[in-house]
T-cell receptor
Framework: DADVTQTPRNRITKTGKRIMLECSQT?????MYWYRQDPGLGLRLIYY???????NKGEISDGYSVSRQAQAKFSLSLESAIPNQTALYFC???????????FGPGTRLTVL | GESVGLHLPTLSVQEGDNSIINCAYS??????FIWYKQESGKGPQFIID?????DKRQGQRVTVLLNKTVKHLSLQIAATQPGDSAVYFC?????????????FGKGTLLTVNP
């Protein structure tokens, strides 16, 4: 069983639509992260959360919002999707020690 | 600003050869480094890590070397196999207070030829 799961795995949507990507983990980690990956740009941090009451912006948070519903769940929302948000999105978790991060399988989002 | 970068975006090797993937970092305060492997269609997978109080760490067929003098990190893969074909990322921990965030390099594509 996967420790970090993401739903959906693939999504095609239209400009202006609201989209939510969900992440769940069974690792018992306090820290959770959302990244986007674009060709040639590597992984860039969107938001991160060190516990249920802690939410922090990453380097590219504009156009995104997050919700930490529980220790095990961290969702990413695009309130009004735009084409340049087409990317691969990854959720990750860590236990807060030396910050090895465990990644989910990713969500491929296409905004038309 | 701070950055983590790679010297080579692509690397092609013959099966059985050793591979070396390089990474430069710019923050001398970074104290933890990780190498990740990402296969096509999958999320990044942890390979090996190293703390700044070490200069070498070995795993199974992999070795990470850290040179703090020149802010350079390398991943050595011994007897490279076709299953090693993937994109490899280095990541840097820019610690400060309680904010342990990783910053990733852009990745190197390793192709292993049979």
């Amino acid at each position: 069983d996967a420790d970090v799961t993401q739903t959906p795995r693939n999504r095609i949507t239209k400009t202006g639509k609201r989209i939510m990507l969900e992440c769940s983990q069974t690792k018992g980690h306090d820290r959770m992260y959302w990244y986007r990956q674009d060709p040639g740009l590597g992984l860039r941090l969107i938001y991160y959360s060190f516990d249920v009451k802690d939410i922090n912006k990453g380097e590219i948070s504009d156009g995104y919002s997050v919700s930490r519903q529980a220790q095990a769940k961290f969702s990413l929302s695009l309130e009004s999707a735009i084409p340049n948000q087409t990317a691969l999105y990854f959720c990750a978790t860590s236990d807060g020690s030396y910050n090895e991060q465990f990644f989910g399988p990713g969500t491929r989002l296409t905004v038309l | 600003g701070e950055s983590v970068g790679l010297h080579l975006p692509t690397l092609s090797v013959q099966e059985g050869d050793n591979s070396i993937i390089n990474c430069a970092y710019s923050n001398s305060a970074s104290d933890y480094f990780i190498w990740y492997k990402q296969e096509s269609g999958k999320g990044p997978q942890f390979i090996i890590d190293i703390r700044s109080n070490m200069d070498k760490r070995q795993g199974q067929r992999v070795t990470v070397l850290l040179n703090k003098t020149v802010k350079h990190l390398s991943l050595q893969i011994a007897a490279t196999q076709p299953g090693d074909s993937a994109v490899y990322f280095c990541a840097e921990n820019m610690s400060g207070g309680s904010n342990y965030k990783l910053t990733f390099g852009k990745g190197t594509l390793l192709t292993v030829n049979p």
